[in-house]
């Protein structure tokens, strides 16, 4: 018997590119992911170097279900948008080298490219020692697009697609997505997780528009946790306008509008230290009170 029905868990929270600074960091070094599973159903999202520590947490499991059964043991990632930090992990990803994994991997084509494509491109062997096709894992690809919906029935592992936002009445987790455009040069997806009235939305690698993205604030409405790139602060910001992200400001006016119960400050810059870090969560506290830093040591558990 697991202690969760729900979990969700932070992996990787940094921006960019990982940071191993000789002091440490109370929130993490490495870049984007986030896990959210069932008993039965795993979905990851992003495959940063975060993945890495998500993949060795799950092989005891792996290894167990393949002790009892012969069917495969299914996992699905899906990402935002293929920029390096989100991707970097991929290779290291333990259970890519375990026989009997099923991969399936929803992303965006991006300028034109299909996701498939990229994602065999990451490890061609100029860039990695292992090809797609021998990795011992099966990998399915997907490309997302605006109207998908991503959804599981009951406690089936297996990850069903709609287009035209028609649910079996079995489903139980459901992913939402909204595509954002404002995100060089072809945009990212934010993900809303839903699992039996319980909700997070993962926004990572947007920019807010001044007054707030609406779209975005009813994608996010009323949702139990939102995790907001948070990237800048205020006085960091107007260096970077237009590189993608936001400010901590952005992201608390967001939540505001969202009505969100609570928000994660995410995607943080790797230039910012725990001060730093702690100065942007008490400036943004003041806007939105349930701000608080991602971390990775983060996790929701729903029992
Ligand atoms: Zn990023
Ligand atoms: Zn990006």
């Known amino acids: 018997m697991k202690e969760y029905r729900f979990l969700a868990k932070l992996y ?14 109370r929130y993490g070094g490495n870049t ?16 940063g170097s975060g993945i890495v520590r998500a993949g060795q947490d799950l092989l005891p499991e792996i290894f167990k279900h393949k002790e009892s059964s012969n069917d495969p043991f299914f996992i699905t990632i899906m990402f935002t948008h293929t920029h390096i930090d989100h991707l970097l992990g991929f290779p ?26 990229i994602m065999r491109t990451l490890v061609e062997p100029q860039y990695y020692p292992v090809n797609m096709d021998e990795f011992r894992s099966e990998q399915e690809f997907f490309n997302i697009s605006e109207n998908m919906v991503v959804y599981f029935n009951g406690d089936d592992p297996i990850p069903n697609f709609t287009l035209n936002g028609d649910l079996e009445k ?13 995100h060089p040069k072809d945009g990212s997806y934010n993900y809303r997780i839903e699992w039996n009235g ?18 975005l604030a009813a994608f996010a409405k009323n949702a ?27 992201a608390c006016e967001a939540a505001k509008q969202s009505e969100v119960k609570k928000l994660l400050l995410f995607h943080h810059d790797p230039g910012n230290d725990d001060a730093a870090l702690e100065k942007l969560e008490k400036e943004g506290k003041k806007i939105f009170p349930a701000a608080e830093l991602a971390s990775e040591t983060w996790e929701w558990v729903v029992k």
Not at 198 to 215: C, H, K, P
Not at 228 to 249: A, I, R
């Open 12 to 25: 990787g929270v940094r921006g960019s590119y990982p940071i191993a600074p000789p002091e440490g960091t």
């Open 32 to 47: 984007t992911c986030l896990l959210t599973r069932t008993n039965n159903q795993i979905v990851i999202f992003d495959a």
């Open 92 to 117: 290291y990803f333990a259970p890519l080298y375990i026989p009997g994994v099923h991969l399936t991997l929803i992303g965006p084509a991006t300028m034109g490219v299909d996701f498939e494509d």
């Open 170 to 182: 079995e489903a139980q987790l459901v992913i939402r997505n909204m595509k954002y455009y404002f």
């Open 198 to 215: 319980n909700s997070l939305v993962f926004a990572t690698d947007i920019e807010q528009y001044v007054g707030s993205d609406q779209r």
């Open 224 to 250: 139990d946790v939102f995790i907001h790139d948070s990237q800048y602060s205020l006085e960091q910001y107007p260096k970077f306008q237009g590189y993608g992200h936001s400010s901590v400001g952005m």
